[in-house]
């Protein structure tokens, strides 16, 4: 990879792929694009790449499930976190009263750019900061390029660059209006905005510590912030007993539950720092647990709690309204922070000064603050340290093939839809930042009743996310990932967090990818190609994990392909890979198969052998077979692996012109089941206490 910061030099006039916006999603797009063979150029406005989940200090991981942890580059990145800490000596699952993986925003910005300088794309990949596009050139309804804005010295500079693909992972989905796309904005549509409808809260997410030695004393609060009220922080007064997994809604919090929330490890400290802490302990006895805590106390974490401001259409679609609000974000860090220093008498607690945030950009755009503000002035080397962008939850959304409704990713009490053409994995609840009413409701996707009454309540656990969230209804070479992809305000609200962006982020890519391969539009694209490469870059697709299958081999590959498309369905995630493939089954099998018409062999059997499943799915195979082995029964694990094969061959036949034929000379060969139940042996041993507290496969994935 080839990282350019402030020169043009190493810049192509044209790259396959521009993602623009560095963040968690755009980083996840342009990795993957990279190691599918495409050309890209990676656009970030600030010196920081990570977007939410480390520019903006947001760190704790929002997963629902475990299951993120074990999909493609997310997986990648988080197994990359915790090796770091446990060659410390130290555990990442610190966030949630000890529960989730987090890390500290220099660790994770430095992983990240490892992962691109890593890509074996070499300088095909490049990584321009303090840049951003400023133009979108056309052809009709076709992006062909953009002109990128970026920092040469002291200077602007333009460049015309061509493509033919952008991406829009900005954290407020800028992009999409320069293209002429159809886009969602709070609950209105782009042709129709209400300025002062409301959006979710969004938050400065200052990332705080204790200092064991002298606070230096730029750090020290001396005197309010302006606006600063005693009373605006009556919901940490307590020193109630909290008990996990989280703080009742209803109690207000404390200071040790605060910076127990969102806790994240401090490299600076030593001491017990146990990997299975929480593992240990009995959820049912607070007093146990909270010696686990203090055994683990938390000396590093970031604030977002209580102090949200309120965003509205305006704060998106006006530049300078938008900055304001982020000014005003900030303010109200500010001023928690002197609550916690002084009402609260923590005088050694403040703004982290070494996670590296203050940078020449965010430094100017201080001082620029303070000099309109020059009553901040007592405030400048603290302001200096917070995040250089806000947490952002949600931004513009553009009108795709397919708008995903909440109804569709409910998993209480109904079940997810299992998209044939899903391309990525959800799992958060429905989390929205703001009081909902009909009022904020998008009538045309979803009602009031799909509201959950608070967090959870309309469960948790995986959901599919298709391929026709990512495609713009009319403008070609454009996709959407972040939370910029098609979709309701509520769905949004689970879609939004740090597991969710990076795996759509990937899907993004690779579909941007294979767009350039096959030299089609997005939209063009058999999303079988588009699954079987995710699935083969380690992406399950199916929203029950698998039970009985050994995963990443050949035949969970298969499965997972036949799985998600609905042809071999599993059972509350049990496969069973070596029982005999039925005549029910073909059924299901035929009307997955595109191409197939009608039916083309008689279901009147009970095993189906190997022959009939030949004769079923048609030309695409080449039957090579001695005529015993030929009438043996098929298993349900072999006939994956060929009708996998068949759909990717005639999906690829369908973009080239030219199909591949399958030989089928010999027995698909069956792992033996194993004697473990997968779906835990995924997990390290610190992490399944989660599955079997939850009871993963009772219900909540298939609704059974």
């Keep these: 990879m080839t990282t350019t910061s402030e020169s043009h030099s190493a810049l192509s006039s044209k790259y396959d792929i521009i993602v623009a916006g560095g963040g968690a999603g755009g980083v996840s797009a342009a990795l993957q694009a990279a190691r599918s063979g495409a050309s890209v150029l990676l656009l970030e406005e600030t010196e ?120 829009d992972a900005t954290e407020w989905g800028d992009i999409i209006p320069m293209t002429g796309a159809a886009y969602r904005v709070g609950n209105c549509l782009n042709d129709a905005p209400v300025a002062d409808r409301e959006l979710q809260t969004m938050n400065s997410t200052v990332v705080v510590r204790e200092y064991s030695e002298d606070l230096p004393a730029s750090l020290r609060m001396k005197s309010p912030p302006p606006g600063y009220d005693v009373n605006d922080y009556d919901f940490l007064a307590s020193d109630a007993i909290q008990v996990p997994p989280y703080a009742p809604q209803n109690q207000p919090w404390n200071f040790a539950t605060l910076v127990a929330y969102r806790a994240m490890p401090d490299s600076r400290v030593k001491g017990n720092d146990p990997e299975n802490a929480w593992a240990q302990a009995d959820p049912a006895k607070p007093a146990e647990w909270k010696l686990r805590l203090a055994a683990c106390r938390p000396t590093r974490t970031h604030l977002n709690r209580g102090h949200g401001v309120p965003v509205v259409v305006d704060d998106v679609e006006n530049l300078n309204a938008r900055s304001a609000k982020e000014k005003s974000a900030q303010l109200e860090a500010l001023r928690l922070l002197y609550h916690i220093q002084t009402h609260w008498g923590k005088y050694n607690w403040s703004v982290a000064d070494d996670e590296g945030y203050d940078t020449v950009s965010h430094r100017e755009w201080v001082d620029h603050w303070i000099a309109e503000a020059p009553e901040l002035e007592p405030f400048r080397e603290i302001l200096y340290h917070f995040p250089p962008i806000p947490y952002v939850r949600e931004s513009r959304r553009i009108v795709g093939e397919h708008s995903l409704k909440a109804s569709e990713i409910e998993r209480q009490p109904r079940a997810p839809v299992q998209f044939k053409d899903v391309v990525a994995i959800g799992d958060y609840m429905v989390d929205i930042h703001q009081k909902v009413t009909e009022a904020v409701i998008e009538k045309e996707l979803d009602t009031i009743a799909d509201v959950p009454e608070h967090n959870g309540a309309r469960g948790y656990g995986p959901y599919a996310i298709p391929f026709g969230c990512f495609i713009p209804e009319t403008v070609d070479g454009l996709l959407a990932a972040e939370k910029n992809i098609s979709q309701s305000r509520l769905v949004n609200g689970s879609t939004r967090v740090q597991p969710a962006v990076m795996q759509t982020g990937q899907a993004a890519g690779m579909i941007a990818a294979l767009s350039v391969r096959y030299a089609v539009a997005p939209r063009k694209l058999d999303s079988i190609l588009v699954q079987d490469a995710l699935i083969r870059a380690k992406v399950p697709l199916y929203v029950t994990p698998l039970r009985d299958v050994i995963p990443h081999s050949q035949e969970w590959q298969a499965i997972q392909l036949c799985a998600a498309r609905g042809l071999i369905e599993p059972a509350l995630g049990w496969f069973r890979p070596e029982d005999c493939l039925v005549s029910l089954d073909l059924g299901k099998i035929r009307n997955g198969l595109p191409w197939l018409q009608q039916a083309s062999t008689s279901d009147s059997v009970g095993a189906v052998s190997r022959q009939h499943l030949a004769e079923l799915v048609g030309k695409l195979v080449q039957f090579e077979m001695e005529p015993e082995e030929a009438k043996a029964p098929v298993t349900r694990s072999e006939a994956a692996q060929i009708l996998a094969d068949a759909l990717v061959s005639h999906a690829e036949g369908m973009m080239t012109g030219t199909t591949r034929p399958i030989t089928w000379s010999q027995a698909r060969a069956v792992a033996p089941t194993p004697a473990e139940d997968l779906s835990l042996a995924l997990f390290p041993p610190s992490e399944r206490w989660w599955m079997e507290d939850h009871c993963l496969f009772r219900g909540w994935f298939t609704g059974s």
């Design 48 to 167: 920081w790449i990570g977007g939410q989940t480390t520019a903006a200090g947001v760190t704790s991981q929002d997963c629902a499930t475990p299951l993120p942890l074990q999909s493609g580059i997310y997986k990648e990145f988080i197994d990359r976190i915790r090796a770091h800490y446990q060659k410390l000596g130290k555990s990442c699952l610190r966030a949630y009263f000890l529960r989730w993986p987090s890390f500290e925003p220099r660790v994770g910005r430095r992983i990240l750019e490892q992962m691109l300088e890593e890509s074996p794309a070499g300088d095909s990949l490049v990584l321009l900061k303090r840049a951003k596009v400023a133009h979108v050139f056309m052809e009709g309804t076709r992006i062909t390029g953009v002109s990128v804005c970026f920092r040469e010295g002291e200077s602007r500079k333009e460049k015309k660059i061509a493509c033919s693909v952008l991406i």
